[in-house]
């Protein structure tokens, strides 16, 4: 059984810094991270591909930075700058192709991060 093991999230003030990780039980083309969005569905906040080939949200360009070390099956997100409104549940997800979100991906339990003073 596949299984997405997540870490890293907590509390933070405006301004600061977080790091979530995610390391999967099997080895997957694409990994990333989706958030919540209005409407009850999911954001994708960053992706990687196993050559490396990333892809972020423009709302965090410049800001988060997404990582991954192939030979320990984890994927990193670096957040910096954080902001109030990137306060959410941060889901990692896997899946065997190039992009994300499809039905047959897998998914972690999701991580809070809070950004508040």
């Known amino acids: 059984q596949v299984q997405l093991v997540e870490s890293g999230g907590g509390l933070v003030q405006p301004g600061g810094s977080l790091r979530l990780s995610c390391t999967a039980s099997?080895?997957?083309?694409?990994m990333g991270w989706f958030r919540r969005a209005p409407g009850d569905w999911r954001e994708l906040v960053a992706s990687i591909t196993l050559a490396g080939n990333t892809h972020y949200a423009d709302s965090v360009k410049g800001r988060f930075t997404i990582s991954r070390d192939n030979a320990m099956k984890t994927v990193h997100l670096q957040m910096n700058s954080l902001k109030p409104e990137d306060t959410d549940v941060y889901y990692c997800c896997a899946g065997p192709r190039y992009g994300l979100g499809f039905q047959d991906d897998y998914w972690g339990q999701g991580t809070q991060v809070t950004v508040s003073s």
């Open positions: 099997g080895t997957f083309f694409s």
